[in-house]
């Protein structure tokens, strides 16, 4: 895919070790990238068990498949599709029945009912900044807050906002993982990002 970033220097140097068969190397990476794969995993599958599993797969597909790895993306892109793929193996697994690239029903909700028939913001939220962000972080209970709220959005959405806005991830990489469109991540971060956002003023608020 055009955009996508190429693996970088660090990455390259970081699997030519891996290559090698250096432990410390593998042991480096594991400490880089589990938790965030941990809390990927767990907006992709409804238990706990399951993510760490899912996890503990994508280790082991990563291994397999480190050889075959053509660097065409970074290192930490290519551990997340891997992740997404053992995802849906298990959602397969446990007989779940609602695809990834289906928008949850929840569209009635007056938190994101802000989309003209255009798919055009009605209602802008308050501008998203990373200083903003920031700011809200800084702060115990808003923090604790944000996490509770983020454990009830529908699967899609706290799936996009955990890639998007914590993992870092591009918009590109994540429409690839979830195999949704641009328009349908773009739709799903907003809503994710709204309902967050209602959470948190509601909290400051109070």
Not at 102 to 124: C, I, K, M, Q, Y
Request: charged fraction near 30%; glycine fraction near 4%.
């Amino acid at each position: 895919m055009s955009g996508t970033p190429h693996a970088n220097e660090n990455d390259a140097a970081l699997i030519e070790r891996l290559l090698a068969k250096d432990e410390a190397a593998f042991i480096e990476l594991v400490e880089r990238h589990h938790t965030g794969l941990l809390r990927a995993a767990l907006t992709m599958v409804r238990s706990q068990a399951s993510a760490e599993e899912v996890v503990q797969e994508t280790w082991r597909a990563f291994l397999e498949a480190l050889s075959s790895f053509e660097r065409r993306a970074s290192l930490k892109t290519f551990l997340f599709r891997i992740l997404a793929n053992q995802a849906r193996t298990r959602a397969v697994r446990d007989q779940r029945t609602s695809p990834m690239s289906e928008l949850e029903g929840d569209d009635e909700s007056p938190l994101v009912d802000r989309f003209g028939t255009a798919g055009n913001w009605l209602a802008p939220p308050t501008a998203w900044s990373a200083e903003t962000a920031d700011a809200i972080l800084a702060r115990k209970q808003a923090m604790e807050a944000l996490q509770q709220a983020m454990t009830q959005l529908p699967e899609r959405q706290r799936a996009v906002v955990q890639l998007r806005d914590i993992d870092g991830l591009s918009a590109e990489e994540v429409c690839e993982l979830l195999d949704v469109s641009e328009v349908h991540q773009r739709v799903l971060l907003h809503r994710a990002r709204t309902k967050l956002r209602a959470v948190l003023e509601q909290h400051f608020r109070g």
